[in-house]
């Protein structure tokens, strides 16, 4: 009777095994891949891709005069207002809707999106185009650790712009010059 139950149990076994190949089989035999030798000069073409900016669609901007103040009509550059997003990198693009970004700047509409006192950011990446930035327009920003200019333009830092960073550790504003007393614009910062 044993030698009838463990035939069965056999019976069963290789079934199974055989079905588990059956289907391994159908499974493998339909992946395959056929790699084609493609030119040389086709490997290695550049693509014109941007480098991906997160921050970017949580920027709030404002449009300028050509006198440099806030307007809704005849706008000739932009300024960043404000920050909504939770990107701790912040990288301020060089250009918005086709026009150049000039300044950071505080607009009494926006007051709850500014970046002054924002909780979010740890650094901040400031393009050559930006050749303002405003009074207390990044001041109190508890977490803000570095900031990065890029160009050789002049700029302009107002008096508080970077006040009472209390984190802030590394202001580089590589080969651009500075009008405005480094005293006053970063007041209250470790890097004074």
Known sequence: MQ???SGRINKKVFAIVIVLIAIL???????YAVW??????SIDLELPIAEFNPSEKYLV???????????????????VVGY????????VPSEYNGLPVTEIAVHPDYAQMRFAESPVITAMYIPSTVKKITAGA?????????????????????DYAFAFCGRLEIFDLGARSVSGDRAAYLL????L
């Open 3 to 5: 030698e009838k139950n």
């Open 84 to 91: 909504t997003g939770l990107v701790a990198e912040v990288t």
């Open 36 to 41: 084609q030798m493609q030119a040389e000069t």
């Open 138 to 158: 990044c001041r109190n920003m508890p977490y803000l650790k570095e900031v990065i200019f890029y160009g050789d333009t002049a700029i302009i830092l107002d």
């Open 61 to 79: 901007y404002y449009g300028l005069n050509a006198e440099g103040a806030f307007s809704d009509t005849d706008i000739v550059s932009y300024a």
């Open 188 to 191: 209250g910062t470790p890097v």
């Open 25 to 31: 089989g159908a499974i493998t035999s339909s992946t």
